[in-house]
C-alpha cells in the first residue's frame, strides 16, 4: 500500500542549529513530494515541492529538500533554526495517476530551545 | 486573494445534533478537497471535487458524513447525527491545475459533547 512515514514524532533543536527531518516513502513509482508546515491553530503551509528534475529543492522561509530515489527519502533540511520555525512539519505525496490525491505522513514536531 | 475561507472557526454541540460545515475555495480552483485531522490517526482525505463533482469519497469514514459542492465556489461537509468521536479538526483545500499545490483553509475544529 502507498505510505508516507515520518519516523521522527518530535524533534527538539537549538536555535541557530541545523535541522534535518526525514521522510521515506512507500509507492509503486516515485511520486511527486510535498513538505508543509502547520503552526498551532492555522491550516497547512506548503514549503516546497519535487515533481521532476534537480533532486535538491529550495522551498520558502529558508528550507530546502533532496529527493533520493535509492533511500525513497525526502528529507527536509534547514541549516539555522529560528524560535518561530517551531511547528509541526508533513511530508507528503501522489501519484500522476490518482490525479494528485496526497496522502500525508503521521508529521514531525519541532521544539526550538532558545 | 482571501485564500480558502472556512466557517465556522470552531463548532461545540452535542451528539446527536447535525453539524455543517462551510468552505469556500480560491476563486479558479476546480480541487477541492475535505480532511480531518486527529491526534490518533493524523490527517485523513475524505473526499474530493473535481469542477463539482465528488470524485472520490473513499474516505468518508460512514453514512453520517455527506458532502456537497452546488457550485464552484461553495461546499459542505454535514454531519447527521454527530458523535463525539466525529470531534477533530476539519480542513478544506483547493487547487488549481492537476499537480499544483493545495492551498489549506485554516479548519474548523470540532467539538461534540
Known amino acids: 500500500a502507498q505510505s508516507v512515514t515520518q519516523p521522527d514524532i518530535h524533534i527538539t533543536v537549538s536555535e541557530g542549529a541545523s535541522l534535518e527531518l526525514r521522510c521515506n516513502y512507500s509507492?509503486?513509482?516515485?511520486?511527486?513530494l510535498f513538505w508543509y508546515v502547520q503552526s498551532p491553530g492555522q491550516g497547512l503551509q506548503l514549503l516546497l515541492k519535487?515533481?521532476?528534475?534537480?533532486?535538491l529543492v529550495q522551498g520558502i522561509k529558508g528550507f530546502e529538500a533532496e529527493f533520493k530515489r535509492s533511500q525513497s527519502s525526502f528529507n527536509l533540511r534547514k541549516p539555522s533554526v529560528h524560535w518561530s520555525d517551531a511547528a509541526e512539519y508533513f511530508c507528503?505525496?501522489?501519484?500522476?495517476?490518482?490525479?494528485?490525491?496526497?496522502?500525508f505522513g503521521q508529521g514531525t514536531t519541532l521544539q526550538v530551545k532558545p | 486573494d482571501a485564500g480558502v475561507i472556512q466557517s465556522p472557526r470552531h463548532e461545540v454541540t452535542e451528539m446527536g445534533q447535525e453539524v455543517t460545515l462551510r468552505c469556500k475555495p480560491i476563486?479558479?480552483?476546480?480541487?477541492l478537497f475535505w480532511y480531518r485531522q486527529t491526534m490518533m490517526r493524523g490527517l485523513e482525505l475524505l473526499i474530493y471535487?473535481?469542477?463539482?463533482?465528488?470524485?472520490?469519497d473513499s474516505g468518508m469514514p460512514e453514512d453520517r458524513f455527506s458532502a456537497k459542492m452546488p457550485n464552484a465556489s461553495f461546499s459542505t461537509l454535514k454531519i447527521q447525527p454527530s458523535e463525539p468521536r466525529d470531534s477533530a479538526v476539519y480542513f478544506c483545500?483547493?487547487?488549481?491545475?492537476?499537480?499544483?499545490?493545495?492551498?489549506f483553509g485554516p479548519g474548523t475544529r470540532l467539538t461534540v459533547l
Open positions: 507528503a505525496a501522489c501519484l500522476y495517476s490518482n490525479t494528485g490525491k496526497l496522502i
Open positions: 471535487f473535481n469542477n463539482n463533482v465528488p470524485i472520490d
Open positions: 476563486s479558479g480552483h476546480d480541487y
Open positions: 509507492y509503486g513509482a516515485t511520486p511527486y
Open positions: 483545500a483547493s487547487r488549481g491545475t492537476s499537480f499544483d499545490t493545495q492551498y
Open positions: 519535487y515533481f521532476s528534475g534537480d533532486t
